[in-house]
């Protein structure tokens, strides 16, 4: 069964300075990867997803996350944070079509962005 | 076209009481996923239809919980009896099966008094 971890419930920056969202996952199969970010008050949508493509996945916004299988690892990336990007930040894995797509989420990482 | 929707948005009801949870995924969307959402917490996987399959129900928590799905259209989510630690937002969300992106509707908050 897969399972997600994402390390550190809350991140702060400041604008300007490199985002780094960790996230490891387990999953028994080649995963399919995401990653999906929550502004206040609003619904959750997709940031960018590793569907076993390129190990380099560009997404909205400026943010990238690399798949690294030796580590388990799909970290989320964004050289220089803005203002904007304050927001929750989930991790997901899923099993693709071998699993049935059923989708396992991270505890989220609440992003904070100072001035 | 329209994304996903959920109603109602938002429920209170008294413990005890049942609730009926609805969603209506994107068109052509062949599988639905609920997921539950306590406050300041992560995404709990609940429920996940894909097709005409059986439906994968590994993650909901009781019996007090369940869901159906007409063919590849609306589902609901009933909760039966009530009770206090039911109080969170329900999400549900559709996906293309080969695609596996999830475009999640605005969410349900449910709370039980």
């Known amino acids: 069964a897969q399972s997600v971890t994402q390390l550190g419930s809350h991140v702060s920056v400041s604008e300007g300075a490199l985002v780094l969202l960790r996230c490891n996952y387990s999953s028994s199969v080649p995963p399919y990867l995401f990653w999906y970010v929550q502004y206040p008050n609003q619904g959750l949508q997709l940031l960018l997803k590793?569907?076993?493509?390129?190990?380099l996945v560009k997404g909205i916004n400026g943010f990238e996350a690399e798949f690294k299988k030796s580590e388990t690892s799909f970290h989320l990336t964004k050289p220089s944070a803005h203002m904007s990007d304050a927001a929750e930040y989930f991790c997901?894995?899923?099993?693709?079509?071998?699993?049935?797509?059923?989708?396992?989420f991270g505890a989220g990482t609440r992003l904070f962005v100072k001035a | 076209g329209a994304g996903v929707s959920q109603s109602p948005s938002n429920k209170v009801t008294e413990k005890g009481k049942d609730v009926e949870l609805r969603c209506d995924p994107i068109s052509g969307h062949t599988a639905l996923y609920w997921y539950r959402q306590r406050l300041g917490q992560g995404l709990e996987f609940l429920i996940y239809?894909?097709?005409?399959?059986?439906?994968?129900k590994s993650g909901l928590p009781s019996d007090r919980f369940s869901a159906e799905r007409t063919g590849e259209s609306v589902s609901t989510l009933t909760i039966q009896r009530t009770q206090q630690e039911d109080s969170a937002v329900y999400l549900c969300?559709?996906?293309?099966?080969?695609?596996?992106?999830?475009?999640f509707g605005p969410g349900t908050r449910l709370t039980v008094t």
């Open positions: 590793y569907t076993s493509a390129a190990t």
């Open positions: 997901a894995v899923s099993e693709g079509n071998t699993g049935g797509f059923k989708t396992i």
């Open positions: 239809f894909q097709g005409n399959s059986a439906p994968d």
């Open positions: 969300a559709s996906s293309l099966a080969t695609g596996g992106e999830q475009y």
